[in-house]
């Protein structure tokens, strides 16, 4: 299902990358497009993941650097029964966390050094078990190769106005205006549909692998409310990387249900409580932590759990 619905969506963005070259350059354009789209897919499946790491300045850590949120990553994954990722850091004040990778044996998970220092312990094990639940349900290159290639269209519909005068686009100064306006918001409106789509199923199984459903609930509404009021300057100058973190990083996203690019938190908060019951008699993936962190990471050292 998980490679049916990847192909799908290349086929869907490849067909909307060709049909934006067709606008700005008719029929040669538009066999432009499907080749650099096709070289775009398969460039996007191996690489991808390091671009949107590249892209948010994420660092790598290690035992050694970070071993509190290393140790707490690689005992979920266990718990998982998933190969261990790679652990990445993003010095950014704003809390927030995504998941990346074509595949669990070539995952990266990435968080925040604002998670880290503004959510307890128990939080941060539900927020990164919810992106190990991603890479489990293999929707982490799907999400990846989307902000790719959404990136690309609203790139190539920038240019569309420098072609405007172009004798060979067949809508002229229309087609222009199709490119420049329909083709992004198409782009944005598959990874709305993927991303609100994937979250729920993410949270529950997030919520089974950390095992506190009301932690993870907990860090949800802390996360969505500094959102709203630090700004994440990478994931504003990389909006189309919007729909992989936990929670959406855009300061200027206060549009309604329809344009949203990921469930209502309050929805999410309510269904992870529901499940509270369920869970209470299991232990947890982690131990309850009060004390501080391990060692340093590359911002410097972590301030307490709260």
Do not use: C
Not at 79 to 91: D, E
Not at 176 to 192: D, K, T
Not at 196 to 206: I, K, L, M, S
């Amino acid at each position: 299902m998980n490679i049916m619905r990847t192909a799908m969506l290349l086929a869907f963005m490849t067909a909307l990358f060709m049909g934006v070259g067709y606008l700005i350059g008719g029929s040669g354009g538009m066999m432009i497009a499907f080749f650099v789209a096709a070289a775009m897919n398969l460039f996007s499946y191996w690489n991808s993941d390091k671009m949107v790491l590249r892209m948010h300045n994420a660092v790598e850590v290690d035992e050694r650097s970070a071993p509190e949120y290393y140790g707490m990553v690689r005992d979920l994954a266990a718990r998982a029964q998933l190969p261990m990722p790679k652990v990445y850091l993003i010095r950014e004040d704003q809390p927030n966390a995504f998941a990346t990778g074509r595949n669990p044996q070539n995952a990266a998970v990435a968080a925040t050094t604002g998670l880290l220092d503004r959510l307890s312990y128990d939080e941060v094990a539900g927020v990164m078990a919810h992106e190990l639940a991603h890479v489990q349900n293999r929707d982490t290159l799907t999400m990846t190769i989307t902000a790719t290639i959404a990136g690309a269209i609203s790139m190539l519909a920038n240019f569309a106005f420098f072609f405007r005068g172009n004798n060979n686009n067949p809508l002229g100064f229309i087609g222009v205006l199709v490119a420049m306006i329909v083709a992004p918001l198409a782009a944005m409106m598959v990874q709305m549909a993927i991303s609100r789509t994937r979250e729920y199923a993410a949270d529950r199984r997030g919520a089974e692998i950390s095992g506190s459903p009301q932690s993870l609930a907990s860090a949800l509404n802390k996360i969505a409310a500094s959102a709203g009021r630090l700004r994440n300057d990478n994931a504003e100058r990389n909006p189309a990387t919007a729909h992989m973190f936990i929670i959406n990083p855009l300061s200027g996203e206060k549009m309604d249900n329809l344009f949203s690019t990921h469930p209502d938190t309050q929805n999410r908060i309510a269904a992870l409580m529901k499940m509270q019951g369920e869970f209470a008699p299991q232990a947890r993936a982690t131990p309850s932590r009060s004390g501080p962190w391990g060692g340093n990471t590359p911002s410097g050292p972590r301030g307490p759990w709260s």
